[in-house]
């Protein structure tokens, strides 16, 4: 299993970024994957799960609205589409994929090596 993330970079408050994660090593469509980050001096924490194709997405309360989790099974690619970008969004980006279908069950088994997003004027 791989997952390789990109999109990255530094981001205007109000602005907007996309992330990508590029899996390989499994059936992308048949596992729940999700976002988290990790900001200086703070635990990680979940941004989005989605389960496999056609289940249901799951938010953080302080992106619902504003970020979207997204998944490209011809591309084996995961997508988070960050808008209304803050500065508390500031953190290091982690794919990960679970060891279920769906995200609400099981647990991350395999992670990305991380993109940072800075959000500043």
């Known amino acids: 299993v791989q997952l390789v993330e990109s999109g990255g970079g530094l981001g205007q408050p109000g602005g907007s970024l996309r992330l990508a994660c590029a899996a390989s090593?499994?059936?992308?469509?048949?596992?729940?994957m999700s976002w988290h980050r990790q900001a200086p001096g703070k635990e990680r924490e979940l941004v989005a799960a989605?389960?496999?194709?056609?289940?249901?997405?799951k938010y953080v309360d302080s992106v619902k609205g504003r970020f979207t989790i997204s998944r490209d099974t011809a591309k084996n690619t995961l997508y988070l589409q960050m808008n209304s970008l803050k500065p508390e969004d500031t953190a290091v980006y982690y794919c990960?994929?679970?060891?279920?279908?769906?995200?609400?069950?099981?647990?991350?088994?395999?992670w990305g090596q991380g993109t940072q997003v800075t959000v500043s004027s």
């Open positions: 989605m389960s496999g194709v056609g289940g249901s997405a």
């Open positions: 990960a994929k679970h060891n279920s279908r769906w995200w609400y069950s099981g647990q991350p088994d395999y």
């Open positions: 090593g499994f059936t992308f469509s048949s596992y729940a």
